[in-house]
């Protein structure tokens, strides 16, 4: 148990349709990244909050994608108008000054 | 930007046996850190491993060690007396250090699956 919860772990959509992760980080973590992983690759960096603030994006992550951590608390990730290419696992990671704990991921396939 | 390479996709290693992964990195900050991560079948990622960049000293957790060139920007990991439990996909990772909030991002390799044979 890293402490580090995603909700929920699986998800099946049709595409077009809007989806939306939680993240809960480690509490007293105030840095939370979010990865996309797709199956036999390394997860790749799509975005990052420093308590509420969102610092950074990756150019992975379309107008169609949004997160948001309100109260620097959990964060919330959301996929708009899903498309095929979208599945993959959404890791979360929880990082103090230098380790990140991850969350088991929320898999979502679109089909 | 930090690229992390893993250049072995797949390694197999017979029970018992020791098994090196391979990773490079490029960078031009001298204050960093290094790490292995593990992710089984399961697919939870979990750390094996860290290295502070200004530690001549190698990291080793019981049966993992590291060999940290920091010249080269080598960082490979040595799993000694493998278990069928090591059976995962094994990742280098690579974290700036630093006092600027965009620091700490983690960039990860591809990724080497690695088989424990009973």
């Known amino acids: 148990d890293t402490g580090v919860s995603q909700d929920p772990r699986h998800k099946i959509t049709k595409r077009g349709q809007n989806v939306t992760f939680r993240c809960d980080p480690i509490?007293?973590?105030?840095?939370l990244y979010w990865y996309r992983q797709t199956l036999g690759q390394g997860p790749e960096f799509l975005t990052y909050f420093q308590n509420e603030a969102q610092l950074e994006k990756s150019r992975l992550l379309s107008d169609r994608f949004s997160a948001e951590r309100p109260k620097g608390s959990f964060s919330t990730l959301e996929i708009q108008r899903t498309e095929q290419g979208d599945s993959a696992m959404y890791l979360c990671?929880?990082?103090?000054?230098?380790?990140?704990?991850f969350g088991q991921g929320t898999r979502l396939t679109v089909v | 930007a930090q690229t992390v390479t893993q250049s072995q996709p797949e390694m197999s290693v017979q029970e018992a046996e020791t098994v090196t992964l391979s990773c490079t990195y490029d960078t031009s900050e001298n204050n960093y850190y290094l790490f292995w991560y593990k992710q089984p079948p399961s697919r939870q990622m979990i750390l094996v491993i860290r290295?502070?960049?200004?530690?001549?000293q190698n990291a080793t957790e019981n049966r993992f060690s590291v060999n940290f060139q920091k010249a080269a920007k080598s960082f490979s990991l040595k799993i000694s007396d493998s278990q069928l439990g090591d059976t995962a996909m094994y990742f280098c990772a690579f974290m700036k250090h630093g006092a600027s909030s965009n620091d700490y991002k983690l960039s990860f390799g591809a990724g080497t699956t690695v088989t424990v044979r009973a």
């Open positions: 509490s007293e973590h105030n840095r």
């Open positions: 290295q502070e960049a200004y530690k001549q």
């Open positions: 990671a929880s990082i103090s000054k230098s380790e990140a704990f």
